[in-house]
């Protein structure tokens, strides 16, 4: 009995399997760059029913509330039944350079909404990825000025360095990354001021080097994108001969926005198809340049997941059987030895009976 117990046990172990939840990136609508004195909205859409989580932030810090009147912070919070989501707008009447940062609505947000803060004369300037050297040129008259990056005042360090050069005040930044994306100003001793709006070409953050999907499923692929102006996004798919094929919406592949809100900044296979498997790319460009991310899509047969069930089972089928045959072979040798002992026993007591009446 012991053995079939074990049997069972080892079946019931190989079947057992854990789901573990997740929770979805909230999704942001709004502007990223504001004027000054403009009203600011931003929308942020949780798809899930914890509204304790609900938790505004600026740069990973709670909001300053102490601001009141036209320049305070105002939020909305609201539930969506159709889309089942907790919606929370948070707005100001007049926007000014402190409320310039990463918005976040909750401490699980691996992303926040940027928004940045323009004043005054705009000098557009932008930088490529991997560029050596970023510099911004001021020409105020002034024998001294202050820098600003999104309202707050810069203070120099290894890669950020203000120089006057023949009157003309420089800020240079060395090896500039996604974070210099901002708003700069340029702020002379008469609060004359001269802004700087900075773009960057598109960078496509890492995508995964493949994914497994199981056919006859729906599967979503966000691309995240990085770049100022907005990036366009295109979804494209390798050929048989390795060209690369523009995708077209037509109810198989589709595409949404991304967490970003950006147009096409998410494909979507409806229904996928073993004809699927593909390397696809997420091609993103703006008019500084363009970059693109590559994955692979694995499609696995609906199916496969029952066959290893399958062998499990025939495998403990015959582990049973063969235990139930040996523990029958076994006791069926017992139970004829058992008899053999005692027909011996028979043997010998009626000898000794024969004995005794043959002396007799």
Not at 15 to 35: F, N, R
Not at 125 to 139: A, D, M, V, W
Request: a negative charge; one cysteine or more.
């Amino acid at each position: 009995m012991s053995r079939f117990i074990l049997c069972f046990c080892v079946a019931l172990l190989q079947l057992v399997s854990v789901t573990e939840a997740s929770l979805s990136d909230p999704v942001y609508e709004g502007e990223t760059w504001v004027e000054k004195d403009s009203p600011l909205r931003i929308v942020c859409k949780i798809p899930m029913h914890e509204p304790n989580v609900l938790q505004w932030t600026n740069n990973n810090e709670p909001l300053d509330l102490s601001l009141t009147g036209e320049i305070g912070y105002t939020i909305e919070d609201d539930f969506l039944e159709s889309e089942s989501v907790l919606v929370s707008i948070l707005s100001v009447s007049k926007t000014q350079p402190i409320h310039a940062g990463s918005y976040r609505c909750n401490e699980f947000s691996s992303h926040g909404h940027l928004v940045l803060v323009l004043s005054g004369e705009v000098v557009e300037t932008g930088f490529k990825y991997g560029q050596s050297e970023l510099i911004l040129n001021c020409s105020l008259s002034d024998d001294k000025v202050s820098w600003f990056k999104n309202g707050t005042k810069l203070e120099e360090k290894d890669t950020l360095k203000m120089v006057n050069e023949n009157g003309v005040h420089m800020l240079k930044i060395t090896k500039p990354k996604i974070g210099d994306i901002g708003s700069y100003t340029c702020e002379g001793n008469g609060k004359a001021v001269t802004d700087f709006r900075v773009a960057m070409e598109p960078i496509v953050a890492s995508m995964s080097t493949s994914f497994n999907i199981v056919e006859g499923e729906n599967f979503r692929l966000p691309c995240l994108v990085y770049g100022y102006p907005t990036p366009s996004i295109e979804w494209r798919r390798e050929g048989n001969e390795g060209e690369w094929e523009t995708l077209i919406a037509d109810g198989h592949f589709m595409f949404e926005p991304n967490n970003e809100d950006i147009v096409n900044g998410t494909l979507l296979i409806k229904e996928v198809k073993i004809e699927d498997r593909d390397n696809y790319m997420c091609y993103a460009f703006n008019e500084l340049g363009s970059h693109n991310g590559t994955t692979l899509i694995r499609v696995i047969d609906k199916y496969a997941a029952l066959w290893p069930f399958l062998g499990i089972c025939v495998e403990v089928i015959v582990l049973c059987a063969v235990i139930f045959v040996c523990e029958k072979r076994r006791n069926k040798k017992q139970f004829d030895e058992s008899d053999n002992e005692t027909n011996n026993t028979k043997h010998a007591t009626n000898a000794k009976d024969s004995e005794v009446r043959n002396r007799k």
